[in-house]
């Protein structure tokens, strides 16, 4: 029995607008997956991998919308100030990444989160950064660039240094502008490279001057205490002292008063 006209014209217009928004589906989700971010340069290397070029265009934020199979970004020469935490989410396939000749002051705790499988090189040469924040590296293994930032040398960068996993080379590049104590005498010189100075001698000393205080302050109660108890128990001595001298002359006089009455 021959099928209905209708019934066929309606059955191929069904499959073609399946096939329509299979086709427009596909076309959306590669056009995602391949797209360049905005006013960024992307190209492609014989291996396949993604690199985004975004340097030199007055960039005051990180862009949002890097593809996810980038294998390189560059930001260089741009006017980015921080890092953000999870700046590069998403990014699992970044092996290297240039923030170099920023103004980047902070890196926020978990600024490079997720890069840690993948990220080989990391530059934040020439920005302005002053204290090292191990919280930002976390997870990182890979080699950082952190020359010529106007670091701060204290004892805060003596305890985070092992904290990082970076490759040890890397903190080599951080050269104090400034220090604290001043008179250590470790301006102008990679902190990591000075294994003799201590720059949390300060803080020690105060420790150990604290703890003298307070164990002055111990003693001196207990000496206190001491003389006190002592002057107490004298007073207290002195005064059964002069109640035991006065009891022979009360007995002297019963005695007296008897050998009267006996007289008598």
Partial sequence: MPLPTDWLLRHSVVMCLLLHSLVLMTFCFHHAATTCSNRCYCSESETGGKTVRCSNLQLTEIPLDIPNDTQRIYLDFNLLTSVPTNAFGGLSHLVELDISHNELTQLEPGAFRGLGPSLQFLDLSSNKLVNFNPEA?????????????????????????????????????????????????????????????????????????????VMFGWFTMVISYLVYYVRANQEDARRHLEYLKSLPSRQ??????STISTVV
Avoid at 157 to 183: F, N, Y
Avoid at 252 to 257: A, D, H, K, P, T
Wanted: hydrophobic share 35%; aromatic share 4%.
């Fill in 137 to 213: 590296f976390d997870g990182l293994r890979a080699y950082a660039n952190l020359t010529n930032n106007p670091w701060h040398c204290d004892c805060n960068l003596q305890m985070a240094m092992p904290r990082v996993d970076l490759e040890p080379v890397s903190l080599t590049g951080i050269v104090c502008q400034t220090s604290d104590p001043e008179e250590i005498g470790v301006e102008g010189h990679s902190f990591l490279l000075k294994p003799d100075i201590d720059l949390c001698v300060v803080m020690k000393k105060t420790t150990d001057v604290a703890m003298l205080v």
């Fill in 252 to 257: 002297g006089r019963s005695e007296e008063s």
